[in-house]
């Protein structure tokens, strides 16, 4: 099937405007090194009454459709529930987050957004601990390659693991992109891989970062950036999507096979979804026969949670509670995106086991469609409405502050790790 660009025009606009602004903000990472670290500070506890439950069969988030190993319960089906400790960290005591995810220090009042813990459905999540992470984890290496919803991840974690090691870093690319760092006292290593189609891509942008051509994509080239350091990783997390929906020229073989969105080229409009299912499979096939002896997880897409629309922009995605069952529907173009995660991850997964190879899905999709209230949305910016009460920006519904939701994704993790 092909999906037509204008349908998905508005989606688009948001995605492009935030990812290819994170681009060039890597440099405002700096700016954040030798602030005050210290312990969390223990936020004030809202009272929150309801459990909030992700819906069990909504055709096109089920996690059904991949059980889990006998015996162990599917930690993606569950429910957000009210906790009264907040997180471990605060913009206070970490130092690695940047200023567009820096919820509190951007002006958001609201905190009970803090307050929720994922609970699945028949058995425990713990918090994740640390010291015993690390513990676990000792002389080993973790990376997430992506774009940047998992340099939102990785600066989760190292605000969580620094809580006990600082990070130290190690390795930056020219445009802080690609990072790395090491946990000192536990010889851990942690790197984040910009690589936001997993294959090679070449991305034209001016210094705005606004796009000045068409995308080239290689199809059938993975991503030497990641490639390249694959063996040496122990853990690595893939996760993409968000940037295939942009104008983008398609090539195979180094020939011009067709394009998504190019109206001004005489070229066959191939569809996003077309490419990315392609792309998914090269990278599949290339874990299936890797020989890795450690975990590759792939992380389901994230959910863009543009809510009152465009116009509305100042007031997007100001909730301040999770969504309840069945409240928010999966934006279309995730639903593409998902759809092809699972078909293709479902094929690669009994050839993975057959070859030996430790291949995990991270469902992250369902328990994040209920975190509308997760998002910077105005806060992305320093005290939005301080000159306007109705400010012309664009807010920031994808991303997640920090602290916030996305640091359960690395709760999920740990145990998928611990319990094999
Ligand atoms: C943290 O957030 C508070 C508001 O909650 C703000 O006053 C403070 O400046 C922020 N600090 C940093 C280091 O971001
Ligand atoms: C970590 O590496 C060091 C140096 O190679 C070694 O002495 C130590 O036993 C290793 N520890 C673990 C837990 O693998
Ligand atoms: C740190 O871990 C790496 C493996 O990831 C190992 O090669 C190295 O020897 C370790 N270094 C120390 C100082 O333990
Ligand atoms: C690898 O990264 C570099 C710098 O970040 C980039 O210029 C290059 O296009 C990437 N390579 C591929 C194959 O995508
Ligand atoms: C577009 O391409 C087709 C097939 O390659 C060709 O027949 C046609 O003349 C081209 N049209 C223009 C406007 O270049
Ligand atoms: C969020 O925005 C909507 C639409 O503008 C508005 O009606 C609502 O009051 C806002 N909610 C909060 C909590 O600010």
Known sequence: MLYNWKYIHKFNYIVVKLGISILFVGLAFRLFYGQSTGFSQVLKTPSVENTHTSPPHVDSLSSDEIPPPQGKCNLFIGDWIPKKIGPIYTNESCSF????????????????YLYWRWNPRGCELPQLDPKRFLGLMRNRSWAF?????????VN??????????????VYHDEGYK????????YNVSLSVIWSPFLAEA???GDSNGVLTSEIELHLDKLDMNWTKLYKSLDYVVFSSGLWFDRSSIYYEKNTVLGCNYCPKRNLTELGF??????VLRNVFDYIVASHHKGTIFYRTTTPNHVENGLSNSG??????????????QLPVMNKIFRKIELEEFQKASTRASENGINLKLFDVTPLSLLRIDGHPGPYRFFQPFAEDKNPKIIGDCLHWCLPGPIDSWSDLLME????G
């Open 273 to 278: 979804d077309f490419a990315y299912r392609k």
């Open 202 to 204: 070449h991305i034209f």
């Open 416 to 419: 998928m790790v611990i319990s």
């Open 156 to 169: 989760s974690l190292l605000c969580i693991l620094s809580t006990v090691d600082k990070a130290v870093e």
């Open 315 to 328: 007031k997007m995605c100001n909730r301040t509670e999770p969504a309840r069952e069945g409240e928010v």
């Open 178 to 185: 690609s990072r790395r760092w090491v946990f000192p006292s």
């Open 145 to 153: 390659i992506g774009d940047s919803i998992s340099q939102n991840q």
């Open 97 to 112: 987050i940047p200023e567009y995810q820096n919820c509190m220090k951007n002006g958001r009042q609201d905190t009970g």
